[in-house]
C-alpha cells in the first residue's frame, strides 16, 4: 500500500497522523486514511465492513443421491471462506465459517453438523441425515461466514420411502404469555417415546424427556418476541423434524389516562399504550364495584352500559379505569379526570 501521507518527499497530503507527528497523534487519536490502509484497515467499497473482512462465504452440495428404501436421507457439503480479491497480493480471509443450515419445504432454517464437530475455520465439511419420513421434499442449504455474510443458497430434492408416515405432531404454545414459565402442549399419537425442548435449533444441552401431553418450560427472561424448539421420537425411536414455535413474552401492564368528555359527561376519553402485546381491554370501576371490562376502544360511553351500578353519568372521583393487555398484565387503577371549558372573565372600563 503506498503512503501518500508522510514526511516522506513532499507527499502530497498533509493530515494529523501517527506516520508525520507521533506524542500528539497518539494523544489526540489521530491516524489517517494512508496509516490505517498499511495495517489492512481498508472498506474499499464503503460498505461498514474493512477489506480483510468483506468477504463472501460458498456452499457447495454433494450430489443427494437416491435413498435406499427404509432409509433417510444425507445433507453433505463443503463450506468455505472466499477471500477478499487483493489487487497485487494473494486473496486473504480472516473469517470462518459459523455454521450451514438447511430447510425442509421452506420449514425452519435448521443447523447441519460439522463433518470435525466444530464450525471454526475458512473451510469446513459437513454431514447431517434428514430426519425425514416418507414423501418428496425440497430441501435448500446455505453457509454462513463469522460476520454474518450468507452464501447463495443452495437446493435439491430427494424422496423418501418405506420409513413409515409422518407422525401426527401437533406441539402449540399460547401467542402471548406474561409469565416466563410456559405449558408447552405436545399432542402426539400414543406410543410416541420422548420429546426435546430448546430455545436453540441444535437444542444443545437439551434432555431428551419422556413424552407427556403437556410439559413445562422457561423462557428467556427478556420481554419479546421468542421462539423455542420442540422435536419428537416416534414408537421406533426415530427423530423428527424440529418444529418452531412463536411466543411473545410480555410481563408489563399498560399505562394510560382517563378523563371525562367536558362536551358530555357520560363518554370516557382513554389514551393508553403497551409496548409488547398491545391494550386488549379496558375496566371501568364505580366505587367498590368489580370493574366492567370492555374491549380497548378510546372513547366509551357510559350510557346504558349494562354492569355499571351507578347513575347515567358518574362523578369523576367516584370512577376509576384498568388496562389490560392481550398477554393478560392489568394496568393499576387510574381515576377518572374531568375536563372543564375556562373563561377569562372580561372587564371592561
Request: proline share 10%; aromatic share 8%.
Amino acid at each position: 500500500m503506498p503512503t501518500t501521507n508522510s514526511q516522506y518527499n513532499g507527499c502530497g497530503t498533509g493530515l494529523p497522523s501517527i506516520m508525520i507527528e507521533v506524542l500528539g497523534s497518539f494523544r489526540d487519536g489521530q491516524i489517517d486514511p494512508s496509516a490505517l490502509a498499511q495495517l489492512g484497515y481498508r472498506d474499499s467499497d464503503g460498505d461498514g465492513l474493512i477489506d480483510p473482512l468483506d468477504t463472501a462465504p460458498e456452499l457447495t452440495l454433494d450430489p443427494m443421491l437416491p435413498v435406499a428404501p427404509g432409509g433417510r436421507p444425507l445433507l453433505s457439503g463443503q463450506s468455505r471462506d472466499i477471500g477478499f480479491p487483493s489487487p497485487t497480493q494473494r486473496d486473504v480471509s480472516i473469517n470462518a465459517m459459523s455454521t450451514v443450515e438447511y430447510r425442509v419445504d421452506g420449514g425452519p432454517w435448521l443447523p447441519a453438523e460439522a463433518v470435525d464437530g466444530a464450525y471454526d475455520s475458512g473451510d469446513e465439511g459437513f454431514g447431517t441425515v434428514l430426519p425425514l419420513y416418507d414423501g418428496d421434499y425440497l430441501i435448500e442449504a446455505r453457509a454462513r461466514n463469522s460476520v454474518g455474510v450468507t452464501s447463495p443458497m443452495m437446493s435439491g430434492h430427494v424422496t423418501v420411502s418405506q420409513v413409515g408416515p409422518q407422525p401426527d405432531y401437533n406441539p402449540s404454545l399460547p401467542p402471548f404469555t406474561q409469565s416466563a414459565d410456559v405449558q408447552v402442549r405436545l399432542d402426539a399419537p400414543q406410543g410416541t417415546q420422548s420429546v426435546q425442548i430448546s430455545a436453540e435449533p441444535a437444542f444443545s444441552g437439551a434432555a431428551w424427556q419422556s413424552y407427556s401431553p403437556e410439559l413445562p418450560f422457561r423462557l428467556d427472561h427478556q420481554d419479546g418476541a421468542q421462539v423455542i424448539y420442540v422435536r419428537y421420537r416416534d414408537a421406533a425411536g426415530l427423530p423428527s423434524l424440529p418444529f418452531a414455535l412463536s411466543v411473545m413474552l410480555d410481563t408489563l401492564p399498560p399505562s394510560g389516562s382517563a378523563s371525562q368528555d367536558p362536551n358530555d359527561p357520560s363518554r370516557l376519553i382513554l389514551n393508553a399504550s403497551d409496548d409488547g402485546t398491545g391494550v386488549a381491554d379496558v375496566g371501568i370501576q364505580i366505587g367498590a364495584n368489580e370493574p366492567l371490562w370492555l374491549a380497548y376502544q378510546s372513547d366509551i360511553s357510559l350510557s346504558g352500559l349494562a354492569g355499571l351500578t351507578a347513575a347515567p353519568a358518574p362523578s369523576a372521583g367516584s370512577m376509576q379505569v384498568l388496562f389490560r393487555d392481550a398477554a393478560g398484565n392489568t394496568s393499576a387503577p387510574y381515576n377518572v379526570t374531568s375536563t372543564y371549558r375556562a373563561y377569562l372573565p372580561l372587564v371592561v372600563r
